[in-house]
């Protein structure tokens, strides 16, 4: 479902990848394909960048970011609309026996892995 937002960031190729072979990716591989704005090494650090942002944010005119937005978010008015089918979609395949035996197998392996 939140593919539409993933793929407009990290652009089709990337998103292809992320969608087709489902292997994990790394918070470097997500930064180089612009997913994240940057990598931080511990909570603290996150957490005096987000402070640091807002700062700076907050000193810009609202006019200015508001329109800004607009700009940003220009060609995503039908998402409500692709969003819906995009969720109508993936529950349909969540219950195929396909995607519940794939769940059941991930379950059972997490609860291994618990153990």
Same mark, same amino acid.
């Given at each position: 479902m939140i593919g539409p937002a993933v793929e #407009? #960031?990290?652009g089709s190729a990337a998103y292809a990848q992320l969608a087709i072979d $489902?292997? *994990?990716r790394s918070a +470097? *591989?997500?930064? $180089? #394909?612009?997913?994240?704005?940057? @990598?931080?090494?511990?909570?603290? +650090?996150?957490d005096a960048a987000v402070a640091a942002l807002a700062g700076r944010l /907050?000193?810009?005119s609202r006019q200015a970011m508001a329109r800004l937005k607009a700009v940003l978010w220009e060609g995503t008015d039908h998402w409500p609309q692709l969003l819906d089918e995009r969720? #109508? @979609? /993936?529950? +349909?395949?969540v219950v195929?026996?396909?995607a519940t035996a794939a769940i059941a197998a991930a379950r059972s392996a997490a609860k291994a892995r618990a153990t």
């Open positions: #407009r #960031r990290v $489902a292997d *994990w +470097e *591989w997500a930064h $180089a #394909r612009g997913l994240f704005a940057g @990598i931080h090494a511990s909570v603290a +650090e996150l /907050s000193g810009f969720a #109508r @979609i /993936s529950g +349909e395949l195929t026996p396909p």
